[in-house]
């Protein structure tokens, strides 16, 4: 009721916004939102198209018209948008920008389900992209108990997978995968699942406290899911990456049965040149020189016609290692002289004195010892930056080159030199016939490469080459092209949007990436 007048009579009430002005606020606060949902899903469908650019943009214009509302009203929307926002520069590849904005839409930890899951999600792909793995894991273990119930916690398993590998727990990292393979299994993902369990293979290889069959069976296990799938256009990386995992275990029978199994699953030039140098390696590693010979021929011609001088420089080394194990060591020094102008051409400086040994060894053969002192010395002068048992290595065959050329000379006595029965080589380390050569030791180490949290490991092969008359060998090391990675990426999960996609390294890497170190490759 309206209350009295000092006069005693009743007074009316004040007049409220007329029905029109009701009808006109309502509809700009309608127009309003509905801008900021179209430009919502505007962005989210540019980030599926892959135009980040475009989608960063549509956030952007999001968040500002989101600030203009009033605040108490808007606060959900607000933060929902700067969520968005955030998470679409950590996307982008701001994730310290991203950061701020992701906290700011203060993700609620007592909250349950999917949505609240993705916020704990972006706010720990931010940190991990920040290098800050600590922080990511603790986000991550908080998406992962909203995503449980839903059975839905594969991501995030693996994302911690890729943590743990980066500081160097392995045992932990391959506890995570396995269960990321089985949650993507249990969602009907066979895909993810396959890709998952083979990187635990890996991390348990890794950690030294499993055996060979016990990896065995996680790789077996592996490539039956990956059988599974319907993505058969990504089943080559897989096989390769089977490969890969075979190599390590010296398994070099099963490791040429996968690699020829990807083989005709390749997508182009580029990974079918990778697969054929991992083929090669692989039947040099078997002693078969002449399916090396041929498959390393193929990967260095496909690998020129791409311009890729790097790759091919590393081709022509190994094709240059087949062809000597075959005799034929005219051929071989023309390969390593080959590798030598394409390393030169790509700025290789370890392709660059890696050849140079390889050529001091074909010159050893062919008598041209003056030639191979050459040789070694300018892979000395090549290789300062190289671990001490390299240049102890080199330096130890420039002085076998130097006795064994003033000897020939008649200017030192021949029985000073060092002479032993001449016996067959195998391809894959310096030890001797009948020794198992380890892939990754030999005369360099295996060298780490961490990225996006994730570790590549690029497996050093050494191989054997002999002086002529069986005096001192010459290990000249086998190149290996770079590692074949795939395609996805590290997904973007605003906070009304969730990827679907296995979630690999973040970054994509560039398929023209040079690996610093030889080693057999996983698809780009």
Known sequence: MSSPNHDGIPQEPEPELSSSKKKEKKRKRSQHEASIRALTSAGHGALLAGQNHEALTSFQRAFFLASKAPRKRDTPVLRACAFNLGAAYVETGDPARGLELLLRAQPEEKAQGRCHGDQCFNVALAYHALGDLRQALDWYHRALGHYQPLGDQGQAQDKMGACY???GRPELAAHCLQEASLAYAQAGQPWAAALSLGTAAGCLLKSGQYSVGEVVQVLEESRRLAEK???QGLLGQLYNDLGLSYSQLQLFPLAAEAFLQALPLCRGP????TV?????????????FWEARDFHQKAADLHGSMGQRWEQGRSFGSLAFALSQLGDHNAARDNYLHALRAAQDAGD?????QACEGLGAAAARLGQHDQALKYYKEA?????????SVRERLVAKLVDAMRTHLARGGLVPTHTLTSAPRRPQIAGGS??????????????????RSSDGWEDEELEVGHEEEEEEGSVK???????AQRLKSTTTGKLCPASFRSSTQPREVPRRDPQRRPTTSGFCTIM
Do not use: F, Y
């Not at 010459?474 to 290996?480: E, K, N, Q, T």
């Open 270 to 273: 580029g990974e079918e040149a």
């Open 431 to 448: 030890c001797p016939a009948g020794t198992p050569a380890r892939m990754g030791r030999g005369p360099a180490e295996v060298q780490h």
């Open 349 to 353: 400086v370890k392709g660059q004195w």
């Open 165 to 167: 590998q980066a500081l």
């Open 474 to 480: 010459i290990p000249v090391l086998g190149w290996l």
């Open 276 to 288: 054929l140098q991992n083929l090669g390696m692989a039947h040099n590693a078997l002693g078969n």
């Open 229 to 231: 799938s319907t993505e």
């Open 380 to 388: 000395l002068a090549r290789c300062q930056k190289e671990p001490d």
